[in-house]
T-cell receptor, first 116, second 114 residues
Framework: DGGITQSPKYLFRKEGQNVTLSCEQN?????MYWYRQDPGQGLRLIYY???????QKGDIAEGYSVSREKKESFPLTVTSAQKNPTAFYLC???????????????FGPGTRLTVT | KNQVEQSPQSLIILEGKNCTLQ??????????LRWYKQDTGRGPVSLTI?????NTKSNGRYTATLDADTKQSSLHITASQLSDSASYIC?????????????FGTGTQLKVEL
């Protein structure tokens, strides 16, 4: 899990509520990423950020929002507009900007979100 | 469409035995290929990263091979241990106009038993 922390590990919410997942890194990495993992599917990119105050949509950004006000923090908000929010959410970071490229991507321990 | 396919989907082996996991991809243009180990309920941890020019790379009891011509990779685990029980994910990085893009396989679930 390196120097990336995600909290909480488990999160339960009622349908219709927004919820924010925390991701903090002390690796001094420029780039940070949010992925979603569902059973039987590969990880899918939600959002990524290459530098502070800048972020880009990934493949499945609808219903999610992010902010990058500090280099070490990249919180993800799952809004009520996300139709199937129940999933395992993984945050990652890498040393250089861009979609990782040849540089190592380090993952956090994940947050399992259950919405009922 | 860029895809990464892994086989088998799941595998059960006895402790001490060897096993080989397969990864086929259609990602193009190719940048690099990674293998990750993911324990249940945890984040993936990198095992190896291989570029186009690398045919094989080892990390302890893990040895990855890459054939960029046939777009195939394998991960060989030697003398398996109970702690090897995990999901092994193949990830291929492809070059796009905006940089590199990672395509994740669905993983091979390995269980090592006594």
């Amino acid at each position: 899990d390196g120097g990336i922390t995600q909290s909480p590990k488990y999160l339960f919410r009622k349908e219709g509520q927004n919820v924010t997942l925390s991701c903090e890194q002390n690796l001094n990495h420029d780039a940070m990423y949010w992925y979603r993992q569902d059973p039987g599917q590969g990880l899918r990119l939600i959002y990524y950020s290459q530098i502070v105050n800048d972020f880009q949509k990934g493949d499945i950004a609808e219903g999610y929002s992010v902010s990058r006000e500090k280099k070490e923090s990249f919180p993800l908000t799952v809004t009520s507009a996300q139709k199937n929010p129940t999933a395992f959410y993984l945050c990652a970071s890498s040393e250089f900007p861009g979609l990782a490229g040849g540089y190592e991507q380090y993952f956090g321990p994940g947050t399992r979100l259950t919405v009922t | 469409k860029n895809q990464v396919e892994q086989s088998p989907q799941s595998l059960i082996i006895l402790e001490g035995k060897n096993c080989t996991l397969q990864c086929n991809y259609t990602v193009s243009p190719f940048s690099n290929l990674r293998w990750y180990k993911q324990d249940t309920g945890r984040g993936p941890v990198s095992l190896t990263i291989m570029t186009f020019s690398e045919n094989t790379k080892s990390n302890g009891r893990y040895t990855a091979t890459l054939d960029a011509d046939t777009k195939q990779s394998s991960l060989h685990i030697t003398a398996s241990q109970l702690s090897d029980s995990a999901s092994y994910i193949c990830v291929v990085s492809g070059l796009t106009g905006g940089g590199n893009k990672l395509t994740f396989g669905t993983g091979t679930q390995l269980k090592v038993e006594l």
